[in-house]
């Protein structure tokens, strides 16, 4: 939330921000370990030293768009300033949090997928199945991390990071596989697959 304002406003600021994450990758790998998952996951509140600092099963363990949120707004600190230095310490956030995707999501063996027990930024709508937005995004995330993954090729960071052509190809099914809800009725775009089964308000007749 606070990037987008001191992106334009003061960059120093928003640098700082981006830093804060990149020096915090190891908690965030961590944190994925302590979910049984992958890579890493950033907390959804996160310390000064970053570790996690809301821990409920109905918030902490399923407020998952914050990891990529993250990759995001990293690569529009990048896209605004060209920060070539940033970029590089980016790239192996893109990598390690599309590993922790990788994990997360379900992978049925006809190769479809699905995002379970989630919330999206509604946190009105509590735990959900395939929330759109955290969709959209993890697609984003892993895209930066294919990417990164192409752009560090024949360096020694890709060894180091343990890369291969053939998890690349996995985020590439991953992305393809992610699906995007559709309501019902309409067949319109819905903000997750249970939307639907919530119970009509009648916002007149709260008031």
């Avoid at 998952?37 to 109905?58: I, K, L, T």
């Avoid at 529009?76 to 060209?82: E, I, L, P, V």
């Avoid at 955290?134 to 890709?158: F, P």
Wanted: charged share 20%; net charge negative.
């Amino acid at each position: 939330f606070m990037l987008s304002f001191f992106l334009y406003t003061h960059p120093e600021a928003a640098k700082n921000l981006m830093e804060y994450r990149v020096r915090t990758l190891p908690q965030a790998k961590e944190n994925a370990k302590k979910m049984n998952n992958a890579g890493a996951r950033y907390p959804w509140m996160a310390s000064f030293d970053g570790s996690e600092q809301c821990e409920s099963w109905d918030i902490g363990a399923s407020e998952l768009h914050i990891t990529a949120d993250i990759p995001f707004a990293m690569q529009q600190y990048f896209d605004a300033t060209g920060d070539e230095n940033f970029h590089l310490q980016a790239m192996e956030v893109y990598i390690e949090t599309a590993r922790f995707w990788y994990s997360r999501c379900i992978i049925h063996p006809d190769g479809s997928a699905d995002l379970m027990f989630c919330k999206g930024p509604d946190e009105y709508c509590g735990i959900t199945r395939n929330n759109l937005f955290t969709n959209v995004m993890v697609q984003h995330n892993l895209e930066l991390a294919i990417d990164a993954a192409k752009a560090l090729q024949g360096k020694s960071a890709y060894q180091n990071l343990g890369m291969s052509e053939e998890e690349t190809a996995s985020w590439q099914a991953l992305h393809d596989a992610i699906p995007w809800p559709h309501d019902p009725d309409s067949g319109h775009l819905a903000q997750d697959e249970t939307f639907h089964l919530l119970e009509p308000v009648d916002i007149a007749a709260l008031k």
